[in-house]
């Protein structure tokens, strides 16, 4: 478990994580989900002690990373993928992380080959594509057998397949019980992949919620519609009891209806229709629309009819 309580990271008059509060539980993958700059490779910094917090706090399994006995067998982390020495092999990049940790040497074998690279373990790192050096961290990532597991934007620049395999190896290291975080500035990524989200946007929390949540509040459905007669149809649909917005040029939009109960509305009093078609708000758009308007928001400006409605009450999904 990571818990993080009232972290702030400021870099002269830029406040680059503000005032964040989340935790991290074991046994699924949580996703941290916010547009490049929102603070992200910030907060994971400080979680590691790798960058001091201007305030606030972080606990890995209820201690301070600096007093973490051993901490890649506590947490593993890859962060920036091209931190490895390129002049040693992999392997040897590998056994001087285990050997600096307690960890012993067979292990180094063992996630080579959980990571698939075993046949160039002797090669020199440098010479590694982007993908085999994301394996390469991973491998540094798991080398302690650690309960908590951290990457940061770990399928940038990867082909499908390597994509695929990350997806896979987080869900199964979940699976297992252990804590796994996960960042990402892409809604469609995460979709696939964590179980909760925390949303960031410049430095602050939007959302920290659960993935089903997160998409039933975000996927807004509605069935789009237009006609020539659109006076008739307001009334009737209007007499049903049915609630319509007129969005521009004439068209129609009934949220979360049927296109059948308004098409048979339609047939019943002879309204012709020209078109009639469910349609799906995308969640990317939802998300870069919540993310873009983060600061707005806490104004309590203007936002989207959809967005308001659905992050009006209880966005955080806490209360
Ligand atoms: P993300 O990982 O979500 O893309 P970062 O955590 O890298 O975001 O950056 C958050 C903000 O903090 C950005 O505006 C970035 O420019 C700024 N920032 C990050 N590191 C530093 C630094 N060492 N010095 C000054 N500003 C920084
Ligand atoms: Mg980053």
Redesign the pocket.
């Known amino acids: 478990m990571i818990e993080v309580e009232g972290l702030t990271?400021r870099?002269?008059d830029?406040v680059?994580?503000n005032n964040l509060s989340f935790t991290v539980r074991p046994g699924i993958v949580t996703g941290f989900l916010?547009?490049?700059?929102?603070?992200?490779?910030?907060?994971m910094?400080m979680m590691l002690g790798l960058d001091r917090p201007t305030a606030g706090d972080v606990r890995i399994d209820g201690t301070h990373y600096d007093r973490l006995k051993d901490p890649l067998t506590y947490i593993g982390a890859l962060l920036d993928a091209k931190a490895v020495h390129g002049g040693r092999s992999a392997f040897n990049h590998l056994l001087c992380l285990a050997q600096s940790n307690g960890i012993p040497r067979g292990r180094v074998h063992e996630v080579l080959d959980t990571v698939g690279l075993t046949a160039v373990a002797r090669k020199k790192a440098k010479g590694f594509s982007l993908g085999m050096g994301q394996r390469l961290g991973i491998a540094g990532a798991l080398l302690g057998d650690p309960r908590i597991l951290m990457f940061?934007?770990p399928v940038n620049g990867l082909d499908p397949e390597g994509i695929h395999w990350i997806r896979n190896l987080m869900k199964s290291l979940a699976a297992q019980g252990r804590t796994v975080f996960v960042?990402s500035?892409l809604m469609s990524e995460m979709a696939l992949t964590a179980e909760h989200l925390v949303v960031?946007g410049q430095?602050r929390l939007l959302a920290d919620t659960t993935m089903a949540d997160f998409i039933a509040r975000n996927s807004r459905s509605f069935v789009r519609i237009r006609t020539p007669q659109r006076e008739r149809l307001l009334d009737v649909l209007h007499g049903a009891g049915v609630t319509v917005v007129e969005s521009g040029s004439g068209v129609l939009e009934v949220d979360g209806g049927k296109p059948e109960t308004i098409g048979e509305l339609a047939a019943r009093h002879q309204i012709v229709l020209h078109e009639l078609s469910p349609q799906q708000a995308s969640l990317e758009e939802a998300f870069m629309q919540l993310t873009a308007e983060s600061v707005e928001y806490h104004a309590h400006s203007e936002t989207p009819r959809d967005l308001r409605r659905s992050w009006g009450e209880d966005w955080t999904g806490r209360g």
């Open positions: 990271k870099y002269g830029k680059a994580v916010g547009p490049n700059g929102a603070g992200k490779s910030t907060t910094r940061d934007e960042s500035h960031i430095g």
